[in-house]
């Protein structure tokens, strides 16, 4: 086991020095850290329950819902896929070496733990708006924590042990998921015999939800008990959920450990199912589409220079959207915009909400778009076009996608908010422009930071400069709003200062051609 604890050494000391050769990436992330520290700070010291107070019933209703659905997809996904600790570095040097497999699957596991901690970290960014709504009891914030926890760390156990239970046999797969669906009828039919009886879909659905049978559920009954203490306080089933979910993750390691199952062939495929996920993020391509058919087009290319990448981004959208540019990336930020103007409390609602909300949806959709792959082949560094023309047409399908999308999400807002056409006009340009922001705060982020640090820690890159350039203008907006009371006034000021934050971010983003190796 020295062996394998001086390999993680390594790793962590080659990250280390890795900064130590990029300053700039070093203080980025200082940066970086010492908001996340700010963040936690804010999250714990600020009231909850500041913009109502909804039930925490609802609260538990949704936290069991959520954990439902989740620990149902996690099993299907691990009947067919499995699931996965470790990634092909790791298949490639600790599954060849003479370590026994409970070793190997420990080292796993404890490096699993770092991700652990990243999505715990990611969770405070949600701090604020469950404080906003309800009204947490003491150490709510730390229960909630630790449900998450529990759930990263328990998730990928139980898809290894289910893909190995059932990847032997066709007939235990097959059975195992006519189980689980069987489950899900149920789960589904008793709902609506509830529903009959209260007449109201909300209430039946919280109601049922907090049917006690669900606690007793394994896993995702005492996830759901400890998330729940965040608002109804920390009793004798907190502990005893936490208890019963440290026995489940040391039995689970244990029978991994002692069973005569093929492990490593358990795990391959989904390592490589994760490789290739992780492999298309970078390239910008959406990972869902691995494995779905695309449409066949026919056609050439008519341009030439930059526009060639235009028109080939062009050729791959209509292989994959439903019409034109609209794909379901669209239709989420459609329906969670429009969507977000239902949960606002009644006299809170306004249309800047959509905005902002959408924004924030393009932001996580953005990081996926289809210009960074062009950054990993050489040929557009040769392209005697200028700089400026070869960044303004490898962005260009991005930007036109995003005032398309725009125009559906507001065209249906004006029917929903009590508001006018040209405020209406000026949310699609600043949506677009939030879209401008994203994509050339994206290249700034690779000029100053590079690309071969931690997925995770580039988003944290990126959320941070994005919210950095945006933040005056909602500034602005806001005092705009309250000294003269129009929604026209305000929004034609965050249109222009994007409008001049993504001329500033397209001028320093050119120099991203000047040197291939930083990319």
Not at 1 to 30: E, V
Not at 312 to 339: N, Q, T, W
Not at 387 to 400: D, G, S
Request: net charge positive; aromatic share 16%.
């Amino acid at each position: 086991m020295s062996s394998l604890f001086f390999l993680m050494r390594k790793q962590l000391k080659n990250i280390i020095r890795g900064l130590a050769h990029k300053p700039l990436a070093l203080i980025g992330y200082i940066f970086i850290g010492i908001f996340l520290v700010a963040f936690i700070i804010i999250a714990f010291i600020m009231p909850s329950g500041s913009v109502r107070n909804v039930g925490s019933d609802v609260f538990s209703a949704g936290i069991t819902g959520l954990i439902l659905i989740a620990m149902y997809l996690g099993l299907r996904q691990g009947i067919e896929k499995g699931s996965t600790y470790f990634r092909f570095s790791d298949v490639n040097l600790v599954f060849t070496a003479p370590f026994k497999p409970s070793r190997v699957l420990l080292f796993g596991f404890i490096k699993h733990m770092g991700t652990s901690l990243f999505i715990v970290l990611f969770t405070f960014f949600q701090i604020p708006n469950i404080k906003n709504n309800f009204l947490l009891a003491d150490y709510g914030i730390l229960s909630i924590l630790i449900a998450v926890m529990f759930y990263s760390v328990i998730s990928p156990i139980l898809g290894m042990i289910i893909y190995s239970i059932s990847s032997h046999s066709n007939e235990k797969r097959i059975l195992i998921k006519r189980i689980l669906d069987i489950a899900a009828v149920l789960f589904v039919l008793f709902f609506f015999i509830t529903l009959m009886e209260k007449r109201s879909f909300t209430e039946a659905l919280v109601t049922y939800l907090n049917t006690g049978l669900f606690s007793y559920i394994p896993v995702a009954g005492q996830i759901s008990t400890i998330a729940s203490a965040a608002v109804y306080g920390i009793d004798y089933r907190f502990f005893i959920s936490i208890a019963v979910l440290t026995v489940i993750i040391g039995l689970s390691l244990a029978i991994l450990y002692n069973s005569n199952l093929d492990y490593y062939e358990d795990v391959l495929n989904a390592t490589e199912e994760y490789e290739s996920k992780i492999k298309a993020k970078r390239e910008g391509r959406d990972a869902s589409m691995l494995k779905k058919k695309v449409r066949s087009i026919k056609g050439g290319f008519s341009s030439h220079g930059a526009r060639a990448i235009f028109e080939k981004h062009m050729m791959e959208y209509k292989k994959v959207s439903f019409f034109l540019f609209f794909d379901k990336a669209s239709l989420m930020v459609i329906l969670f915009g429009i969507g977000f103007k239902y949960i606002m409390p009644d006299g809170v609602s306004s249309i800047f909400f959509t905005l902002f909300f959408s924004a924030y949806m393009l932001f996580l959709l953005i990081i996926q778009g289809r210009w960074p792959m062009e950054l990993q082949k050489p040929y557009i560094f040769l392209i005697p076009e200028s700089n400026w023309k070869k960044l303004l047409y490898t962005t260009l399908t991005e930007n036109i996608k995003n005032l398309l999308d725009g125009t559906l999400l507001f065209a249906v807002s004006y029917f929903v908010y009590d508001t006018s056409i040209p405020v209406i006009l000026l949310c699609i340009i600043s949506y677009t422009l939030y879209g401008a922001v994203f994509i050339y705060g994206d290249i700034i982020s690779r000029r100053l930071f590079g690309s071969i640090h931690s997925r995770v820690m580039l988003i944290f890159i990126k959320l941070f400069v994005s919210f950095f350039v945006v933040l005056p203008g909602i500034i602005i907006m806001i005092i705009l709003l309250n000294t003269t009371g129009s929604d026209l006034h305000a929004v034609f000021s965050i249109t222009a200062w994007n409008l001049f934050v993504v001329m500033c971010l397209f001028l320093a983003s050119k120099g991203i051609f000047n040197n291939i190796e930083s990319t």
